[in-house]
């Protein structure tokens, strides 16, 4: 992965150009995304808001923008009120195909939160968050990096599995929906230590409250209130790995009201107590 001085020191003859590439500055005024294919992600990295043509970024948002916008008036990204620290990652389509087709997962961008503002807090901007931090550093960039394409193949396979679940509809609807759906998995990821409920995430993605969880239990295989539970559980397993934070306080980091509450979740989701679970880590690392 290229390091650029500038959003146009990538010098390319073909129509979609191989490399990948990060760059990281402040700008004033107005830039134009390169058009060489890329997919790119816009992530603010101060507290100003910042525009990508006409959709307004806040600093708790971030951006993807897929090749088939482009040429759009979203390749324009205009900065307002001082200058704004940003990080943009270009990504090649062809390095992401490639990838997935190692995986078995159709390479389909077109429902991908295609220039749909997106909450940080999720495992993807966390990852960006610390690609923007390390840039200086080439193996550890390199790392993160992969790290970015890893989250994004996550989302074509449950783009594609998503599709499957809703076969039978018409195909704009099921566009249409895939969109809804990917976009309340996204919020649930950045918000699943809030109190969250259902009708919360149905108006985020503007449907009504039965008509989403009867689509997002069928695209997913899961309910809003399970999967809140599994992102806590999944939390709170690798604070349990890698920190020394005590049962107690993981249980009310993870928005628990009781402790015996979090251990059976616990128990039910892993197959072991907390306590037991560390103790074994503890044992193997020896």
């Known amino acids: 992965m290229l390091t650029l001085k500038t959003l146009h020191d990538i010098q390319c003859t073909e129509p979609v150009c191989p490399l990948n590439a990060v760059w990281v500055g ?33 600093p708790s948002q971030y951006l993807f923008i897929t090749p088939k916008s482009i040429t759009d008036v ?4 205009a900065f307002a009120e001082r200058d704004v620290h940003v990080m943009v990652v270009m990504i090649s389509p062809a390095f992401i195909e490639e990838m997935s087709s190692f995986l078995g997962i159709p390479a389909v961008f077109q429902d991908l939160l295609d220039t749909l503002p997106l909450l940080k807090g999720d495992v993807l901007s966390e990852t960006l968050e610390q690609l923007a931090k390390s840039i200086d550093d080439v193996a550890t960039r390199e790392e993160l990096f992969m790290d970015v394409i890893g989250s994004m193949l996550q989302i074509l396979r449950l783009r594609h599995r998503a599709v499957a679940q809703l076969a039978g509809r018409k195909a704009q609807t099921i566009d249409d929906l895939l969109i809804c759906m990917l976009r309340a998995r996204q919020f649930l990821d950045a918000r699943y230590l809030e109190d969250i409920k259902t009708q919360h995430v149905a108006a985020h993605v503007g449907l009504s409250e039965y008509h989403f969880a009867r689509l997002f239990k069928t695209a997913f295989g899961i309910t809003v209130h399970q999967y809140v539970i599994q992102l806590r559980l999944r939390a709170a397993r690798n604070l349990l790995e890698a920190s020394d934070k005590s049962i107690t306080e993981i249980a009310l980091t993870m928005s628990y009201q009781s402790l015996s509450a979090f251990i059976n979740a616990f128990r039910r989701y892993v197959g072991v107590s907390p306590s037991v679970y560390r103790s074994k880590l503890s044992r193997l690392s020896k």
């Open 74 to 77: 979203n390749r324009v990204m």
């Open 26 to 58: 402040s700008v004033s005024k107005s830039v134009v995304l390169p058009q060489l294919g890329h997919f790119f992600l816009v992530f603010p990295l101060d507290e100003t808001r910042l525009f990508c043509g006409t959709q307004r970024l806040e």
